[in-house]
């Protein structure tokens, strides 16, 4: 126990503080000289742990949190929502043209984070302690699964490696994340929300050009080495801000997992309305690059801004909806984006 988690106060006799009682033991004198000691209610320790603790929606330490999570959402998700320039690589040049389920490497990797982040949560919630740490272990197990694909000769060497590996260190990188934004955010958590996840936006304005240029200069294996160098180097120091707000309890113990939540109308509703959207949502990340080539005959830099463009609107939708959810209905902010993306989808293609 530390020298400061136990207080004793020492007062004289005719100054009884409030909380003490005349006529309690705590308020009798003692024989030696008249003083008193009292010792600290749990309301003297609430006091003290809130006013340690730093400011919620502000202040140093809550944007050096912002930053550090904006920048981990970008290297983390930014490079399989940039996974159709390496899509397009792969169905034209060797080892992996005229290979069947190259498309499959892209959506195992967004699959795996997706599918494991519910199960990677709860373990974080559960060993909080432990929590702190996955951030560094999901970085370099990201990097070691990109430097282990760049030896692929089959698709089914990307799949193990740049797909379920790289996912599941990005699940164990990204959850964190989530899980203390709610502990530094509160009114401001929809923007808090927004900014954060218009880094993977942003990362993927920036990213297919660089990776488009790598890959045509380097070729896919000395690209991946390269790149998961880089993701390590620029990642690993910013993981030191990705830190809880709120201190683990002093005492560990398991909670049981309460699950019944998924039977709720609401969940089931928000859930199902997910599904659905999620069936269109990731087709133009994968696609886009490969469409603009074989259909369009758009060249590889052509081919690759096609990502671009989508991305730089997400950037500026990100921001704006969170923003938004800090001062309206989530039903109304759910009904303008879905107004949106309808309208967007139904606009007339080109003449085949």
Request: aromatic residues 14%; charged residues 10%; contains cysteine.
């Amino acid at each position: 126990m530390g020298h400061d988690d136990i207080e004793f106060g020492v007062r004289p006799m005719d100054r009884t503080p409030d909380s003490v009682t005349p006529g309690t033991p705590s308020g009798e004198a003692n024989s030696d000289g008249g003083f008193n000691t009292w010792l600290p209610g749990e309301d003297d320790f609430a006091q003290r742990q809130e006013f340690s603790l730093p400011p919620v929606d502000g202040g140093k330490d809550a944007w050096l949190f912002l930053g550090a999570v904006f920048a981990a959402d970008a290297l983390v998700w930014g490079f399989p929502f940039a996974f159709g320039v390496f899509q397009d690589y792969y169905n034209s040049h060797e080892p992996f043209a005229g290979q069947s389920n190259i498309a499959v490497v892209g959506t195992t990797t967004l699959g795996v984070m997706y599918l494991t982040s519910p199960f990677i949560m709860g373990l974080c919630r559960q060993f909080g302690r432990w929590a702190r740490w996955t951030p560094i272990v999901g970085l370099f197990t990201m990097s070691l699964a990109l430097a282990l694909s760049s030896f692929a000769t089959t698709t089914t060497h990307l799949i193990l490696s740049q797909g379920v590996f790289y996912g599941l260190g990005g699940s164990l990188a990204y959850c964190p994340c989530i899980m203390y934004l709610n502990e530094w955010f509160v009114k401001k958590k929809g923007l808090a929300y927004g900014i954060m996840w218009s880094g993977t936006s942003l990362a993927g304005v920036i990213l297919p050009l660089l990776l488009e240029s790598l890959l045509g200069s380097l070729g896919f294996r000395n690209t991946l080495r390269l790149w998961a160098g880089l993701l390590f180097a620029l990642t690993a120091p910013m993981s030191f801000f990705i830190k809880p707000r709120l201190p683990p309890s002093a005492t560990s113990h398991i909670r049981p997992f309460n699950l019944w939540f998924l039977v709720t109308p609401a969940f089931l509703v928000y859930q199902s309305a997910n599904i659905v959207e999620a069936m269109g949502f990731f087709l133009p990340g994968i696609y886009l690059p490969t469409y603009a080539r074989s259909t369009l005959g758009a060249p590889s830099l052509s081919a690759a801004t096609t990502i671009l463009l989508v991305n730089v609107a997400s950037v500026f939708g990100c921001v704006a909806m969170g923003w938004f959810i800090d001062r309206f209905h989530v039903t109304t902010c759910i009904l303008l984006s879905t107004i949106g993306a309808t309208g967007l989808s139904h606009r007339p293609g080109p003449a085949s």
